[in-house]
């Protein structure tokens, strides 16, 4: 099994919602991560997260909160969004301790729109 | 990180060859050169990455120019399916994170 998983494919919420984004994985992989990308634009990196714990942030507001529960498992819940949030989400995994190389393996991504 | 430079558009022919060039003149010693493609609706895919001497796998081959300051990624044989935007990236050292340049949209026509 190859695939990262990401749930739902599409969602669409207002300024004052909460929700949540999932990804999963079961490639035995120890960094996930999460990427945003607006349209005709390449990702940009939010988040990764290594043996569970965060290690980079960069930088990314706090009405985004990322959570890796256990290995397999990584959410990005989301709070008082703006429109300028809609983007799509893309969810990644990789071999943390493979130095400079890391195969990254993507998700097909939630496409986000805040209305 | 090292920045890459690629064009921003591509068009191919359908069973020819494509060579998409990258240009990271920064590069360091210890930089691997990575390249990901994005087909349409879906998420990056590796394709290939270097450090030093040319690579071949079975979607692509990477020529590195001798001074490194260069590559070429290489579809021998282009197909409809190939139409994508293709990323080259760099990392090094202990970085766990891959920052994606603007990449080059490639058409494949009939």
């Known amino acids: 099994d190859t695939e990262v998983t990401q749930t739902p494919k599409h969602l669409v919420m207002g300024m004052t919602n909460k929700k949540s984004l999932k990804c999963e994985q079961h490639?035995?992989?120890?960094?996930m991560y999460w990427y945003k990308q607006k349209a005709k634009k390449p990702p940009e990196l939010m988040f990764v997260?290594?043996?569970?714990?965060?290690?980079i942030n960069e930088s990314v507001p706090s009405r985004f909160s990322p959570e890796c529960p256990n290995s397999s498992l990584l959410n990005l819940h989301l709070h008082a969004l703006q429109p300028e949030d809609s983007a799509l989400y893309l969810c990644a995994s990789s071999q943390p301790d493979r130095g400079p190389f890391r195969k990254l393996f993507f998700g097909s991504g939630t496409q986000l729109s805040v209305l | 990180d090292a920045k890459t430079t690629q064009p921003n558009s591509m068009e191919s022919n359908e069973e020819e060859p494509v060579h998409l060039p990258c240009n990271h003149s920064t590069i360091s010693g210890t930089d691997y050169i990575h390249w990901y493609r994005q087909l349409p609706s879906q998420g990056p895919e590796y394709v290939i990455h270097?450090?030093?001497s040319n690579v071949n796998n079975r979607m692509a081959s990477l020529a590195i120019a001798e001074d490194r300051k260069s590559s070429t990624l290489i579809l021998h044989r282009a197909t409809l399916r190939d139409a994508a935007v293709y990323y080259c990236?760099?990392?090094?050292?202990?970085?766990?994170?891959?920052?994606f340049g603007t990449g080059t949209r490639l058409q494949v026509t009939l």
């Open positions: 990236i760099l990392s090094s050292g202990t970085a766990s994170k891959l920052t």
């Open positions: 270097g450090l030093t």
């Open positions: 490639m035995g992989h120890r960094a």
């Open positions: 997260y290594s043996y569970e714990k965060l290690s």
